[in-house]
Nanobody
Framework: QVQLVESGGGLVQAGGSLKLSCGAS????????VGWYRQAPGKQRELVAR???????NYADSVRGRFTISRDNAKNTVYLQMNSLKLEDTAVYYC??????????????WGQGTQVTVSA
């Protein structure tokens, strides 16, 4: 089994910064693409940023230029640096990963989420 644990969320004023972490543990051979998603109250979950195993990234238009996704393969950890935070960035942030557990077993996993609240 694989566990993803997000951390780093909290309360921040508009214009401030936070850095989220998503650590993976368990039966892991390699981690392929990892995405950060968010879900605000009353809204659908949306993709914020994604990074492939080779480090290619893509971002939602709403966060491009403000957020940066990165990964440390040695630590099985993916980060989301969030700068210039806006009120509309308030949401629960989740990480999602495609994990190769063995040569014949792979799976897609979600973390439990971390709350980010941006205040005026």
């Amino acid at each position: 089994q694989v566990q993803l644990v997000e951390s780093g969320g909290g309360l921040v004023q508009a214009g401030g910064s936070l850095k989220l972490s998503c650590g993976a543990s368990g039966s892991i051979r390699s981690i392929n693409a990892v995405g950060w998603y968010r879900q605000a109250p009353g809204k659908q979950r949306e993709l914020v940023a994604r990074i492939t195993s080779l480090g290619s990234t893509n971002y939602a238009d709403s966060v491009r230029g403000r957020f940066t996704i990165s990964r440390d393969n040695a630590k099985n950890t993916v980060y989301l640096q969030m700068n210039s935070l806006k009120l509309e960035d308030t949401a629960v942030y989740y990480c999602n990963a495609d994990v190769l557990q063995s040569s014949w077993r792979a799976g897609n996993y979600w973390g439990q989420g971390t709350q980010v609240t941006v205040s005026a």
